[in-house]
């Protein structure tokens, strides 16, 4: 037998590295504000359905900020113990990774939103009549010749 000491990480860690992964559905949120900490903590309802169709309730307290305000309908990826299913922890990471993915689509939407926006009026600018005012939008559509 050897003499090593194997030491074992925090459930929490546990969790993250080696759990189940499973969607929660957020239910209801309370904002609380302890006067021991500056920042506000939100306790979430979440109902976690498990690969299998089953589901459960669990309430979870975290720094709402970390999660990006998550609110009452909103999806927060989880991670469980297959063979405890009463621990469950919120998956930060994969949160963070799933919120950063989603705001980039939004972004590149917008920017897609303003450059065609640009692309419209630079065409509207180029089709000047020949009183040198603007055309209606609707003339250059559908090709309709202006008195």
């Known amino acids: 037998m050897s003499n090593v000491v194997t030491r074992q990480l925090p459930s929490y860690r546990r969790l993250m ?4 992964i499973a969607d929660s559905i957020v239910v209801e ?3 609380r ?4 900490r500056p ?3 939100t306790d979430y309802r979440l109902q ?3 690969d299998d169709g089953s589901k459960t309730t669990v309430i979870r307290r975290e720094n709402a900020t970390s999660l990006g305000w998550p609110r009452a309908g909103d999806i927060l990826p989880v991670r469980y113990d297959p063979e405890d299913r009463s621990k469950i922890e919120i998956d930060r990471r994969r949160n963070n990774r799933e919120r950063a993915c ?10 897609r939103d303003a450059q065609q926006a640009l692309a419209r009026r630079r065409q509207q600018l180029s089709t000047k009549t020949a009183t040198g005012h ?3 939008a609707r003339a250059q559509k ?6």
């Open 39 to 41: 920042s506000a903590s």
């Open 134 to 136: 603007l055309a209606p």
């Open 142 to 147: 559908t090709g309709d010749v202006q008195p």
């Open 48 to 50: 976690v359905h498990f």
């Open 102 to 111: 989603r705001d980039a689509k939004l972004r590149l939407s917008v920017l």
């Open 33 to 36: 504000f302890p006067s021991a």
């Open 29 to 31: 949120t309370t904002l």
């Open 17 to 20: 590295r080696y759990g189940a």
